[in-house]
């Protein structure tokens, strides 16, 4: 409270605010030097002048004499005074020792006030307050120094009351600054909701685009770890192929050594046996004793060597030397082609990412197959569908799929029952809908993949090529590469493998086709269903 009366004692009565530079008129009232000389100053022209105070009167300009312990007690004041907080926005004018925020501003005086100095302020109607502004000349005409009141809506232009009687706006249609400000207002308002509009269309664009980006860096991340698996797969599966050939040639290298090594014990004793029956004629041929020579049994018993030979029933001393040509090379042949496979399929799209989008068309649905709501699964049943029947529509056991391809690389994976018979894959929109023609593979418009008795056969143009490997799996891949003309089957087995590719030159959009129907199992029937899958 009492640091509160000393600051209010040491307040300028012109500023309202604590001394600065305090100096003291002969009647004793002290101001600061800066506000007592702008007074003095507005009074040079009377030539009167008095104490903004007491109003004592002065014949000539007083002198201002410093006050030496007043402004050691402002200085101590200060010093002990907590520090004010930093006031932002506008100040007032008239506060020099100590910014104080502004409550108004005057428009005449093109000052700022304080809630103080507003109080003192003039009341008089050409003192026009308006909100603290630091750009108070902006608001007063540049020709006549007066209030911009007005706006002249022909030339765009915040005008004063001269300008619009007698100035360059006279005769123009003016409207008053705050109703022009509302009309202003209301389309800046239908600007500004345009602007929301577009900014949040915007926002909607970059959320999307946000959106793209991740799905970009998510297909990029799994076709990344994809080829990475591929990769890893293809190694292991030439490493497990390198393993196969390398065990079949030792397990080859190994027989034919121990057939060569047997033969070759054999032939060592009838060498030794040659070599003994040679010295033993040398020995005869040597004697001089005719008796003892004729004597020995018959030379025809000793064997004639060249005789001998021809005659010995061994099957192989009459061959050459074994060169290493009785390797059977077919197992080797065979996991080459399995590996030529891997690299095929790769070619033609096997590992393309993404299947193609296969849907059944129930156009075309015979009435003996059920299709499932999703246009997925086709399955073989006895109740008869109700579908009318129409020239696209199969006669029996056949579907095939809306969609038909004219070129590009795509693949699609089928799921099929265990049991049953079924046919799958590719033909023209051109094929037959009746009789034996019409079914996929016994025509030249189609190829297909058969089960068939548990035995699995490819047919085109009703050429049969029964498949020789057994398949345990009941997953299937199609393949096609329709520039390449290439249809291909896989078992999606693990290696995943192939099975057979038709080369062709498609003339046709090919749509994928399933034929499903029962088989009797000790005298029943039992469904059989195919599924795609991707």
Not at 80 to 106: F, H, L, M, N, W
Not at 203 to 212: D, F, G, Y
Request: net charge negative.
């Amino acid at each position: 409270m009492a640091s509160a009366d000393l600051r209010d004692e040491l307040l300028c009565s012109i500023c309202l605010s604590t001394y600065t530079d305090p100096v003291m008129l002969r009647c004793g009232h002290n101001f600061c030097r800066v506000c007592v000389d702008r007074v003095l100053d507005t009074q040079d022209e009377s030539g009167v002048y008095s104490c903004p105070d007491c109003r004592e009167e002065f014949q000539e300009r007083p002198a201002l004499m410093r006050d030496f312990a007043l402004c050691k007690i402002v200085m101590n004041f200060q010093l002990t005074e907590p520090p004010q907080e930093k006031i932002t926005g506008i100040c007032c004018t008239y506060c020099v020792d100590s910014p104080v925020p502004a409550v108004r501003s005057c428009l005449h005086c093109e000052a700022s006030l304080c809630d103080k100095h507003l109080r003192s302020h003039s009341k008089s109607p050409e003192h026009v307050l308006s909100d603290p502004s630091t750009s108070l000349e902006k608001r007063k005409c540049s020709v006549h120094k007066k209030i911009l009141e007005y706006y002249c809506t022909e030339d765009a232009a915040c005008i004063c009351v001269s300008c619009s009687l007698a100035g360059e706006h006279r005769g123009h249609r003016v409207e008053m600054l705050d109703e022009a400000s509302e009309k202003k207002k209301e389309k800046l308002r239908n600007v500004l909701q345009k602007l929301i509009t577009k900014r949040e269309e915007t926002e909607e664009r970059v959320q999307s685009l946000e959106e793209s980006r991740r799905k970009a860096q998510e297909k990029a991340a799994g076709e990344a770890e994809r080829v990475t698996a591929l990769c890893t797969d293809i190694r292991r599966w030439v490493d497990d192929l390198e393993k196969k050939v390398l065990s079949e040639i030792s397990r080859q290298e190994k027989e034919e050594s121990l057939s060569l090594s047997a033969l070759i014990h054999q032939l060592e004793i009838k060498k030794d046996e040659l070599s003994r029956k040679m010295t033993h004629i040398e020995e005869l041929c040597n004697m001089t004793d005719p008796l003892t020579v004729l004597q020995e049994p018959d030379t025809g018993d000793l064997c004639d060597p060249e005789e001998e030979e021809g005659d010995e029933d061994t099957g192989g001393h009459d061959k050459q030397p074994h060169d290493g040509d009785d390797l059977d090379v077919a197992v080797i042949s065979d996991t080459f082609r399995t590996l030529c496979d891997v690299i095929s399929g790769i070619r033609s799209g096997i590992y393309v990412e993404g299947p193609a989008d296969i849907l059944l068309d129930v156009n075309t649905a015979a009435n003996n197959l059920l299709i499932s709501d999703d246009l997925k699964t086709a399955t073989w049943t006895q109740e008869k569908q109700k579908r009318p029947e129409t020239a696209e529509r199969f006669q029996g056991y056949q579907v095939m799929s809306r969609r038909g391809f004219t070129s590009g690389q795509h693949y699609w994976d089928v799921e099929s029952s265990r049991s049953g018979r079924w046919r799958v894959g590719m033909c023209y929109p051109s094929i037959d809908r009746r009789g034996q023609q019409s079914y996929i593979g016994d025509n030249n418009k189609s190829w297909s993949l058969r089960r068939y008795n548990n035995q699995y056969l490819v047919i085109h143009d009703s050429k049969v090529i029964k498949l020789p490997d057994t398949i345990s799996s009941n997953r299937f891949r199609i393949c096609l590469d329709y520039e390449a003309g290439q249809l291909s089957f896989y078992e999606l087995c693990d290696p995943i493998r192939h099975l057979h590719t038709f080369t062709a030159t498609f003339s046709e959009p090919l749509h994928a086709a399933l034929r499903v129907y029962s088989e009797e199992v000790i005298g029943r029937y039992v469904n059989s269903w195919m599924r795609i899958t991707g």
